[in-house]
């Protein structure tokens, strides 16, 4: 399992995390039951929230229980003014690289008053008293509007409840529910995205054929490093709201692979459900040609960054827009 635990200042993070671990290793008493907490970063975000659960696979008797992960540095930032490398490209690659993990985002909430009467208690700045409100908002608006995967609110800012263990049990059965739904795709590195993806968009290979892909290890596809082809990806699917209304699909629903990198590609689309598919590239086409799964076609987006760079709302189109492309067989 792999659980996120998200929230405000004084919302019960930290207790919910312990009780978790606690469950969790009383339950599976030979499980590797593992804790994370994240705080302010010092590196990329991918390399914060992204590279150190790269050889995290559901089933394997691993669990991770993180004590605020990737939601705070879409939320501070805000608050405080600072800067941050998490755009929303990144932000979204990120959650798709959780979905084929089978996170659970754990939003822990409570009333605005019992917030700010912790912070008052336990004298934390006024700075941050001033802050805490805002801060709330946007973890309930990230929840509520932004987040790609799936969610369980809780209040669990008194550890005396009663049904404390229940909330407990909750969260635990809905995070086995996800992690066993992502079983199927332990075996594909490049894959992100949810387990049953309304739409696969299949690129070349990790960097080119001058590298080794044994350099790139687990990371998976299209990781949005500045510059790379998976930023400039990322950024279009990022341009503009993604609704079924317009374009037939939600970025929560858009699982990313190689066809000529470490992985069965035609396995992998089999896996997934047969997904509606996009090839990007004469090399991806190329091989989903050869393996039969039938696709549209779409240029790459590295090629589409050097030569048709300001064109990016006609590529959205071009990946998106299911009934005017045609399928190729």
Known sequence: MLILIEGADCAGKSVLSGRLIESLRRAEPDADVRYLHSGPPTEHPLDEYAWPL????????????CDRWHVGEDVYPRVTGRPTDMTDGVRAWI???????GALLVHCDAPDQLLTDCAVARRD???DLLRLPHATRLFRR???ATTLLPTLSVDVSDPDRPDYAEIVDEVIGYAAREARATVPLTSYVTYVGPSRPSLLLVG??????????????????????????GAYLMSTLTVEPLR???HGVQLRDVGLVNANDVDDVRACWETLGRPTTVGLGVNARRTLRAVGVPHRSAVHPQYQRRFLHHSRNT???????????????
Do not use: K, M, N
Request: aromatic fraction near 10%; proline fraction near 4%.
């Open 142 to 144: 990230y929840v509520a």
């Open 204 to 229: 070349d290979r990790r960097g080119t054929i001058t590298h080794d892909l044994d350099e790139y290890g687990d990371r998976p596809a299209f990781g949005p490093t500045v510059g790379s082809s």
């Open 244 to 246: 079924v209304a317009t």
């Open 54 to 65: 790269t050889g995290y696979r559901p089933g394997t008797g691993v669990h991770y229980v």
């Open 315 to 329: 590529y959205l189109r071009q990946l998106l827009d299911l009934v005017t492309v045609e399928v190729t067989a």
């Open 125 to 127: 700045d006024h700075t």
């Open 95 to 101: 959650e798709l690289f959780l979905r084929s993990r």
